[in-house]
């Protein structure tokens, strides 16, 4: 919302600088994004007559003007503009003269021929962005007016961050609304004298709305002898200043009074107006209509049309159509002003992608009440600047008029809730200030009447919210934080929870957070085949937020390939965080655990620049998650199974005791290619309730033993489908006496093994807790394990 100061003075009056403007704005809530100065104080700038044209010799599209600005001597000017004619008066910077943007004019040559100025447009001066032509003065101005008289000083204008939950400050007297609380002024409202000359509207227009539910409110006025033609150049000036581009006087009015009062309307050329009738509907399947942008576009019955006896006129809330739009012949007019459901209007906003100021005002709510006043206002400027004449009363579909908010609240509660003492005075001011009105007031109790412009007020603590701000957050003690010891409270998860975040940063990995919210291409990239699981919301503010994410590791890999894109060459990271999966019935929340790495993690300083091979990467991977569970308590199994997420071949999922509760692989190519990821990156994705199942699980000590190992290796020649849980499985069904330990150590196809066929080499470590063991009982021990290995998986042992 871009606030003109000197507007904004007309509706109250306040001395500060811009700087405690924006202070006081920002503490009562209302963030003010940016200051910006339109326009200069113009010095050289002066009004210009153009007295001659003539061809330029050396180029078509410019001509050589002959301009008088207030000297004696007349200038000669190159320009191009299309809109330059005899008798205009434009604005002229002669040579010598420095424009708003730093550059200085110097006699130039342009084709061959001497300029010794500019005729300037609106972005040359610094008002604005149009370029489209000369700025066209006041034919009775005297040539040689210094430009800053005619244009006024420089206005100074904020930019404010207006939250979703007050669209009441989306206009300027919303906006002095607030100033008038916050420096104890007077609010001045427009007065609203309009003289009805012409016959009864209802001669003129009837209006039907077929569902009010999605319009609760519609009113229709009309006005004849209009005359279309430029707004007033303050009109002009303060929509400039606040980001819209003047049109015509009729449309400048309806931009204006959105503007001024925070309510969207609409005016339609009546003659356009088949059967004299507006029907308010949703629109028809496969119905067509071209907005006012000159886009034909397809409807939806879903969407809500303004419609006449034949065609739809207008998208309701959101544009108007070209048909029937004002144009320069246009002297009938029918003045639209409406609220509409809000959720209606941001989906068909969404869906025709189709954002317009009035879309913006109505997805967030329009005060119902004062959707007349508005009308009203507008029908007043018209007869003031376009010369209309009112036609007797107006159409007004209001069937069930808005019920007024009550909330009961305790004056005490409010002061603790805030945390500092605040009289029962000064928040019955601070009510009155806010035209909060107080019935059953006990000096206890009471009850809030909300204004009709409140929309966001509707619950006591929202009245607590009210108070700190006005009463000034600044103003609130700080206060050192207290906490109740609940000695009956369970806070073992809390705990487990922290113990598991302190093992994981010990493992060296270190934890990131994210929204919850994420998009459809993102998830697109790791899985398609899920899109019935993905819970979309039905209005999201924004399409980068628009489903909830149903993995942890779309976002944790997008983490890593930003941490990439800045020179971050290794990484290892986890996140802890919610999953949302649609099934029958609903939404399945879990809490889950993601790990992801990339880059020579798990090598040494001086085996850094070697390229990581994928082998690598998921053993790295795999270890992490093995010591991961290791430090919990648990034993975790892998078995080989394909998910989207993984190249294929090269995930596991991860199970315990014969329940799947994660899995773990190398990103597939496409998602790495999106963050230009060329080396493998791992990820894993585990159930966090199955990590925290044994956390305070005491493992029981052994007696370290004093006697020496000995040591053992079997390479074992097996079919290429049997994996290594099968082979750690009969070990530990063997159960060999004194095994201490034992570990997989080579994988091995290729010369010498047959094919079909692969090597998996074990070590083995045996020692004895009560005697130093002998070469021949290892021996014997191990040869028995040796012949059971082979004998159940019908291997044979490698030889050399």
């Given amino acids: 919302m871009k606030v003109p100061v000197s507007w904004l003075k007309e509706y109250v009056d306040f001395e ?9 704005l920002t503490f009562a809530g209302l963030e003010v994004e940016a200051i910006e100065t339109i326009g200069s104080d113009f010095a050289g700038v002066v009004v210009g007559e153009i007295l001659e044209i003539e061809p330029h010799p050396g180029a078509d599209k410019l001509r050589l003007c002959t301009v008088e600005y207030g000297q004696e001597e007349t200038m000669r000017v190159v320009c191009g503009a299309p809109n330059v004619e005899v008798g205009g008066k434009y604005p002229f910077a002669p040579v010598g003269t420095t424009l708003p943007g730093g550059f200085t004019l110097k006699k130039a040559k342009i084709r061959g021929e001497v300029s010794m100025g500019m005729l300037c447009a609106k972005d040359e001066l610094g008002l604005g962005e149009d370029h489209s032509g ?6 009775e101005l005297k040539p040689g007016t210094p430009f800053v008289d005619v244009w006024g000083q420089p206005e100074t204008v904020i930019e404010l961050e207006i939250t979703p939950n007050r669209p009441d400050c989306l206009s300027m007297i919303g906006v002095a609304r ?94 356009t107006v088949a059967g004299n009738q507006i029907i308010v509907r949703t629109a028809q399947a496969g119905e067509k209509m071209t907005t006012l942008d000159g886009v034909e576009r397809e409807l939806t019955p879903a969407m809500l049309v303004i419609a006449d006896a034949e065609k739809a006129s207008a998208i309701g809330g959101v544009m108007g159509g070209s048909a029937s739009e004002i144009t320069e012949g246009t002297s009938t007019i029918l003045l639209e002003a409406a609220a509409f459901e809000t959720s209606s209007i941001r989906h068909t906003a969404k869906q025709l992608g189709l954002s317009t100021d009035s879309s913006y005002r109505f997805q967030r709510g329009v005060n119902t009440d004062s959707v007349d006043w508005a009308s009203r206002r507008a029908a007043g400027l018209m007869c003031e600047l376009a010369g209309a004449k009112l036609c007797a009363g107006v159409v007004d579909v209001y069937p069930q008029p808005k019920s007024t908010i009550k909330i009961p609240f305790s004056y005490q509660r409010i002061e603790n809730w805030i945390g500092a003492a605040i009289s029962v005075d000064k928040m019955r001011g601070i009510f009155q200030t806010l035209e909060i ?23 006591e603590v929202d009245l607590v919210e009210e108070i700190a701000r006005i009463h000034g957050v600044d103003n609130i003690p700080a206060k050192t934080p207290l906490a109740k010891v609940i000695p009956t409270a369970d806070d073992s998860r809390v705990r487990a929870i922290s113990n598991l975040r302190n093992k994981l940063q010990g493992l060296g990995i270190s934890e990131i957070m994210n929204y919850t919210l ?26 980068d937020q628009s489903v909830m994410r149903t993995s ?7 983490s890593l390939g930003r941490n990439h894109s800045r020179q971050v060459s290794e990484a290892c990271f986890y996140e802890l965080g919610r999953t949302f999966n649609r099934v029958k019935g609903g939404t399945v929340q879990t809490e889950m655990v993601s790990l992801g790495m990339m880059g020579p993690v798990g090598r040494g300083l001086l085996e850094k620049r070697a390229p990581v091979k994928d082998e690598e990467m998921f053993v790295w991977m795999k270890g992490a998650v093995e010591n991961l569970f290791a430090a919990q308590n648990i034993t975790a199994e892998f078995d080989a199974q394909d998910a989207p997420e993984f190249e294929p071949g090269k995930a596991v999922s991860i199970l315990l005791d014969g329940e799947n509760v994660g899995c773990m692989g190398l990103v597939n190519k496409t998602a790495r290619a999106e963050w230009r990821l060329n080396g493998p990156v791992a990820a894993a994705e585990i159930k966090l309730e199955a990590l925290l199942k044994k956390a305070f699980v005491i493992s029981k000590t052994e007696e370290l033993t004093t006697f020496p190992s000995m040591s053992r290796d079997i390479a074992l020649v097996l079919d290429e489908s049997v994996k290594h849980e099968d082979v750690l499985a009969l070990i530990r069904k063997a159960n060999p006496k004194d095994l201490e330990s034992f570990g997989l150590f080579d994988v091995y196809q290729g010369k010498g093994i047959e094919k079909g066929k692969k090597s998996l080499a074990y070590t083995f470590v045996y020692r004895s807790a009560r005697q130093t063991l002998t070469d021949k009982k290892v021996n014997k021990v191990h040869q028995k394990l040796s012949d059971f290995l082979c004998k159940q998986l019908g291997a044979s042992l490698r030889e050399g």
């Fill in 437 to 459: 009105g107080l019935e059953e007031d006990t000096g206890e109790t009471a009850v809030a009447v909300v204004p009709g412009f409140r929309l966001d007020l509707e619950r």
């Fill in 518 to 543: 994420v998009n459809n291409p993102l998830l697109d990239l790791f899985n398609k085949e899920n899109k019935e699981a993905r819970e979309e919301l039905p209005h999201p503010i924004s399409m």
């Fill in 16 to 24: 500060d600088t811009i700087e405690g403007l924006s202070d006081k």
């Fill in 134 to 139: 000369l700025l066209v003065l006041d034919a």
């Fill in 552 to 558: 942890l590791i779309p976002q944790l890999v997008e």
């Fill in 178 to 271: 607030e100033m008038a609380v916050l420096y104890g002024s007077e609010l001045k409202l427009p007065t609203l004298g309009i003289s009805e000359t012409e016959n009864d509207v209802t001669e003129e227009i009837s209006v039907e709305v077929q569902d009010s539910a999605i319009c609760p409110r519609y009113t229709a006025r009309v006005l004849k002898g209009a005359r279309v033609g430029p707004s007033p150049d303050w009109m002009q000036q303060r929509l400039e200043a606040a980001g819209i581009r003047p049109i015509s006087n009729v449309v400048d009015i309806t931009n204006y009074v959105m503007l001024e009062t925070g309510h969207p309307l609409h005016a339609f050329d009546k003659t």
